[in-house]
């Protein structure tokens, strides 16, 4: 499966699965933000110290740390 | 700045910005919704006071209150802190959600992002989850426009089953039917509908239903028996604390009381808290 | 009625329930919730154009690994540049209406008082707030409107995301960037502010770090400083912007220390896990520019103001006092003042400005008037100032570089002030808001003692260094 940090720059994809070793509270944090699987994500573009990049989710663009971004997987496209 | 759009006038005669001052009010206003949606400019422009906030979410962590009169009936207007949805993962939202149960405004006004409608959406409907006494303020329609982006606002009311009202909050455009409505639903002359039916997950679907079944029994007059039932089978403790204490059953007996305000809220909060560690 | 076995009854039968529930289904009700928000959405909404992108393109440049940290320094050199440009003109136009015409005024008026009276409360109280006033309030009108301007736009989100890689190094929460940037304009306002952050680990951090942040009040200080003595080292046309890169390295070198003292934390006292970070990126909002100038100065500027006036009445009293009460033949001041010297040489101090920065705990934007006004006091340099413990305001610059060069003032000095300005206590209602907020006398002392800390042992080693080779 495709992670979301395979995401090339400016391209879009929609969420399949979050992955499920994730914590309960981080997964909520990321449900609470409208991250979750059939939402489509969009990556925009990285931060000016590497580590976190910003994703367009429903419309608002998202800051994401690179650990987060690996459990979340997308859709074969 | 669009030139198409003028200020409206501020000599609306029916409203009086009443500021800080909100000792005897007949209605209470909670102000909810997404954090930079204009909820503040809202705030400031019926209250006439200036609550800066920035825009990143969680800004706002204490909350504002301020009041106005219109038609001779004065409101107390809280607002509460910017959040994406009500699940309790932050302060911010245990302090939105827990106003907006135990608190009993007459009317939430939810502010909604036009041009963002989806994921204020979200929010929108977990609050109409706990009260459907909700006006929908449906702001920055300038910017949505500029976009490209048009919504049927009959279409969008018959869904929610709840007033939508269209504004510029930074031009106060649309704030006439705003307040109107407002009035209307704290007074109870709008029939409000049903709220939008959200699937249950077909685990869930039998101890729900058996749990509502009880509720309609032992506590007939409890408006929300789906959401609460769902919130005790999650465990969530603020709800069960709650129930047993028989506040919530009181929520529905004293209407236009002040209950809880959120310095309570938050000393409770932090209460429990203290209490887990 | 309350039917208190009913309530339990429903209680026990939710909780049975639930240990046979899998976990995440409450997640995927939420999600059932958020897919009907899709379909309303869909079925009520049409899209003519495309969205805009513009943006993105800003924030392409503004977030780049090439550009990112250049247009931040740039921006914030920029504003202290423009503060401290335009803050001159009105600051001596303040002095010269409050201390030169209205003081001598003031003075007159109360011949008829006892000396001691009209002394605590026209040279004690008056001046050490008409110094605060003239000193503070063109620095601030201009700083804090263009600061809130850069925040409506929605650019200090940026800089959180920008910062955010080094906090992760760090072990310290992203949001703590947003304290830190608060920080800047006051630390109690920074440190309320970390009630974003969740972790109660990584929120002790953003509290215990967040008066390396240089606050408003000591602003004026450091520029004041870098004027004098850094800015006199460039040439004339130039100077203005040396001072200002002086004062944002300064201010800079306090970010480092923010990560420093965040990562030392996080591997000792404050051990654990890295929360995770979720940060929006606002779009960025024209900004009502006269209505945001209006609210600033009205919110910000003259709260902060008013603050400072509340603390310099009372510190000009004490100074006053303690430059007029003798014991043997020497006021308290001078006593204090030669008790700590020796201790101050060592970290490239003296005793004046170990006894400016006790006299200024309530309010940091003090620490220039006092040492003034105690180095004329402990040298007894004569035609200048205007005798024991009246705070007075220095004509020119000219003025403030003879009093200190009397006090035996080097570049080492004027350094070990700017650092010292940086690391030391947090001013009292910061101190009284670290309390309140952590509800802890341990973590209180640490966030106090931290700073005071780094900022002894930097400049032992500063000092030690830098008369190794002078």
């Known amino acids: 499966m495709s992670p979301l940090t395979n995401l090339e720059e400016g391209k879009s994809s929609t969420i399949k699965e979050i992955d499920n070793n994730m914590q309960r509270a981080e997964r909520r944090r990321l449900l609470d933000l409208g991250i979750y699987p059939g939402v489509s994500i969009r990556n925009c573009f990285n931060s000016a110290s590497g580590g976190s990049k910003a994703y367009e989710v429903l419309g608002t663009v998202i800051a994401l740390r690179k650990e987060q971004a690996e459990k979340i997987y997308l859709r074969e496209s | 700045m669009s030139t198409d759009i003028k200020t409206e006038s501020f000599k609306r005669k029916q409203l009086k910005k009443l500021g800080l001052k909100f000792d005897n009010w007949d209605y209470m206003v909670a102000l909810a919704g997404n954090p930079n949606t204009g909820k503040s400019t809202v705030f400031n422009a019926l209250t006439g006071l200036r609550q800066h906030t920035g825009n990143w979410p969680g800004k706002t962590v204490s909350r504002a209150e301020g009041a106005f009169d219109y038609k001779n009936n004065r409101f107390k207007l809280v607002d509460l802190p910017g959040t994406y949805s009500l699940l309790s993962t932050s302060e911010d939202e245990e302090i939105a959600r827990n106003f907006i149960l135990f608190g009993q405004p007459d009317v939430t006004v939810i502010v909604v992002d036009a041009t963002r409608l989806e994921r204020n959406l979200n929010l929108t409907l977990q609050i109409l989850e706990i009260t459907n006494k909700v006006v929908i303020c449906l702001n920055l329609m300038d910017e949505a426009k500029r976009k490209g982006i048009e919504i049927d606002i009959t279409a969008l009311s018959e869904e929610l089953g709840v007033p939508v009202i269209d504004t510029v909050a930074r031009y106060e455009k649309g704030f006439d039917e705003l307040l109107s409505s407002i009035h209307e639903v704290a007074a109870g002359n709008t029939n409000i509908e049903t709220s939008p039916d959200i699937e249950i997950p077909k685990e869930l679907k039998i101890p729900v239903n058996d749990l509502v079944k009880d509720m309609e029994e032992l506590y007939p007059e409890l408006p929300n028996k789906k959401w609460l039932a769902i919130r005790l089978l999650e465990g969530d403790k603020r709800i069960e604390e709650a129930l047993c204490s028989g506040e919530l059953l009181d929520l529905n007996k004293s209407f236009n009381q002040p209950h809880l305000n959120l310095d309570e809220e938050l000393k409770l909060l932090n209460s429990t808290e203290a209490n887990h560690d | ?470």
Not at chain 3, 4 to 26: G, M, T
Not at chain 3, 30 to 51: D, H, P, Q
Not at chain 3, 253 to 260: N, Y
Not at chain 3, 384 to 404: H, K, Q
């Open chain 3, 1 to 470: 009625m309350i039917n208190q076995d009913s309530s339990q009854n429903l209680l026990e039968k939710a909780n049975s329930f639930r240990s046979n529930l899998p976990e995440s289904v409450h997640d995927i009700y939420v999600e059932n919730l958020f897919r009907k928000a899709a379909v309303i959405t869909s079925n009520v909404l049409s899209k003519n154009k495309v969205r805009a992108i513009k943006d993105e393109k800003i924030d392409r440049i503004l977030t780049s690994r090439l550009w990112g940290f250049p247009a931040m320094i740039g921006l914030f050199t920029l504003v202290i540049w423009l503060t401290i440009i335009g803050a001159n003109y009105p600051s001596s136009m303040l002095a010269t209406l409050l201390i030169d015409n209205t003081y001598p005024l003031l003075k007159e008026w109360t011949t008829i008082w006892p000396w001691w009276l009209s002394g605590l409360l026209i040279d004690g109280m008056y001046l050490a707030t008409a110094w605060v006033i003239s000193v503070m309030l063109p620095p601030m009108a201009i700083f804090f409107p263009m600061f809130t301007l850069l925040e409506d736009l929605g650019y200090l989100p940026r800089v959180a995301f920008n910062l955010d890689g080094l906090f992760k190094k760090a072990g310290a929460h992203g949001k703590q960037s947003l304290s830190m940037m608060m920080g800047f304009g006051c630390n109690a306002a920074g440190i309320i502010s970390t009630r974003i952050i969740d972790s109660p680990r990584e929120r002790l951090i953003a509290i215990i770090t967040n008066n390396f942040s240089l606050c408003n009040g000591r602003w004026p200080t450091i520029i004041i400083l870098s004027s004098l003595f850094v800015g006199a080292l460039a040439p004339a046309w130039f100077a203005g912007f040396a001072t200002a890169l002086a004062v944002v390295g300064i201010a800079l070198f306090g970010v480092f220390l923010t990560f420093v003292a965040s990562w030392m934390l996080n591997k000792t006292v404050l051990k654990g896990e890295t929360s995770t970070f979720s940060l929006e990126l606002p779009p960025y909002r024209s900004p009502r520019i006269l209505k945001t100038l209006y609210t600033s100065l009205i919110d910000r500027t003259i709260f902060v103001l008013w603050r400072a006036i509340i603390f310099a009445l009372p510190a000009g009293a004490v100074i006053w006092l303690s430059s007029n009460i003798l014991i043997g033949d020497v006021s308290i001041a001078v006593h204090a003042i030669n008790y700590l010297d020796p201790i101050g040489w060592f970290i490239g101090l003296n005793g004046v400005i170990l006894v400016a920065y006790i006299v200024a705990i309530p309010a940091n934007e003090i620490v220039i008037p006092t040492i003034l006004m105690l180095t004329v006091l402990s040298t007894n340099i004569a035609g200048v100032g205007s005798g024991a413990g009246i705070m007075f305001e220095p004509e020119d610059i000219g003025t403030i570089n003879e009093v200190l060069n009397a006090g035996g003032w080097t570049l080492l000095t004027a350094i070990s002030v700017m650092f010292f300005s940086l690391m030391h206590n947090p001013c009292s209602t910061t101190i009284y808001t670290i309390y309140k907020e952590t509800k802890s006398l341990k973590w209180t002392a640490l966030s106090s003692l931290l700073p005071i800390g780094f900022g002894v042992i930097f400049l032992l080693v500063l000092a030690f260094i830098w008369r190794l080779f002078t």
